[in-house]
Each structure stands twice: as C-alpha cells, then as structure tokens.
C-alpha cells in the first residue's frame, strides 16, 4: 500500500458552530474562561466586550465571526484568523487555529475510488429509505423483502427500492472482480 500523502480533516480537532452557541452560553454564565484539551494542544478560551480569543501553543488568535441572512432568519459563521473566509469548521493545529482550506485539508470521500463512493451512495439510500432498521445496514442483505416503512406511499417506495436494487446491482457487478482477486480462483 503506498503511503498517504494527504492531511484529512479527520486528523484535526476543530471548533463547530455548535461549539460557538455553547462556548457563548458559557461565558454568559459567567465563566472567566475555558479551557480545551485537544490532541493537538491546550486551547485557553476568554472573552473580552462580547469577543472570544484563543490561546493555543503562546498564540493569542481572536475568532471572529459574521452573520448572513438564511431565510427569514440569520445564520453566523467563524471568520478564519488567515484567510478571513467565512467557514463552519475551523481546525487547530499545535500553534494555530485556520480553516480547512488554509491547512490544505481534504475530505476522506474526495479520495475515494468508484466503489467507495458507489458503497457510500446505497448506504445513504437506504438510510433514506429505512432509517435505523438494523438488517438495512448490512449490505449483504437483499433490500427486496425488507418492509415498506410506515407513511410512505407505495408509490414512492416501490420506486426508491427499484432504484436502490438497480444501484446495488451496478456495485456488485463492480466489486466481483475485486473479491475474485482477494480470493483467487479455486482450483481442484
């Protein structure tokens, strides 16, 4: 297997805009400040006049945000301290806090191959589809006689499942040459 060359975004920690909504709800609490220990270092958080800044590694970094509008209401966003780019995430690092695309992160699927991405796609359907029901999360179970879900009309069904078994079809008809060459031709 040749080495991987790539940084994803699942080898950071990283601040989310839920963590906005509790990191604020702290300090309007009361808190002085809050501390965050991370596999990437100690992230001292305080506030200042309603700004939030972070110490990470001696770095004192301020994380700014922005709102915009969505609909008939607003949505906020953290403003990267580098590139000043509106994002969602923003990932620490040892001595920095930066956006993905400052860090050149990638995401795990932009590295998949046709069949990943094939298994990934009957997988989210049948999530779709079914939800939670347990035997809908193996693959090696045939999707013909699993139950129509409550609520959803037969029409609807029907054409999802077709849809799902001709994709599923497509992905086994795919991935046979693969376990053949895992288990080689037998030979007696």
């Not at 940084?7 to 400040?33: C, D, N, V, W």
């Not at 939800?131 to 193996?138: D, E, I, L």
Request: charged fraction near 25%; aromatic fraction near 12%.
């Amino acid at each position: 297997m040749r080495e991987q060359t790539r940084q994803y975004t699942t080898s950071l920690p990283r601040f989310r805009l839920s963590h906005l909504k509790t990191i604020k709800q702290m300090f309007e609490s009361g808190l002085p400040a809050l501390q965050w220990d991370t596999n990437a270092g100690k992230i001292l958080l305080t506030t200042e006049n309603g700004n939030i800044t972070a110490t990470i590694g001696g770095r004192t970094l301020s994380l700014r945000t922005t709102i915009t509008q969505a609909g008939y209401g607003w949505r906020e966003w953290y403003l990267c301290p580098h590139c000043s780019s509106r994002v969602a995430d923003l990932f620490v690092g040892k001595k920095d806090i930066a956006c993905r695309k400052c860090w050149k992160l990638h995401y795990a699927s932009q590295s998949e191959n046709q069949i990943d991405r094939m298994r990934r796609n009957i997988i989210k359907q049948r999530v779709a589809i079914w939800g939670g029901y347990p035997p809908a999360s193996n693959l090696f179970e045939r999707v013909t006689y699993f139950p129509k879900p409550k609520g959803m009309r037969w029409e609807t069904f029907e054409r999802k499942r077709n849809k799902l078994i001709q994709d599923e079809a497509h992905y086994w008809l795919a991935f046979l040459p693969i376990v053949d060459k895992i288990c080689g031709s037998i030979t007696r």
